[in-house]
Nanobody
């Protein structure tokens, strides 16, 4: 599956952005999806994940209550709505996919995901 993230940009602290990730090449509904981010000089961190059928999702503590992940299997898209952005949210955000036989499971480790898209930069100014 091929993935392409978009929607990044420069935003002031407290603002909002919605990231999108377009998938192609395989049956999108067979894949668990996730967002990760990597700030300059830091390791890649888990942000959010969503199960194949959207029945389950999970966000990292650092973004819980501010970010929300969703997907539209009919459009082969996954989204990350980011609200109340903080300067520490500045990072390159990447979407990732994992084929799974289970419709209601998700995964939070970067090593769980074999497919990655090119990231999109989010910069939050103070």
């Amino acid at each position: 599956v091929q993935l392409q993230a978009s929607g990044g940009g420069l935003v002031q602290a407290g603002g909002s952005l919605r990231l999108s990730c377009a998938a192609s090449g395989h049956t999108f509904s067979n894949y668990v999806m996730a967002w990760f981010r990597q700030a300059p000089g830091k390791e890649r961190d888990f942000v959010a994940t969503i199960s194949r059928n959207s029945s389950k999702s999970y966000c990292a503590d650092s973004v819980n209550g501010r970010f929300a992940i969703s997907r539209d299997n009919a459009k082969n898209m996954v989204y990350l709505q980011m609200n109340s952005l903080k300067p520490e949210d500045t990072a390159v955000y990447s979407c990732a996919a994992k084929w799974s036989i289970y419709s209601g499971r998700y995964f939070i480790g970067p090593d769980d995901y074999p497919y990655w898209g090119r990231g999109t930069l989010v910069t939050v100014s103070s």
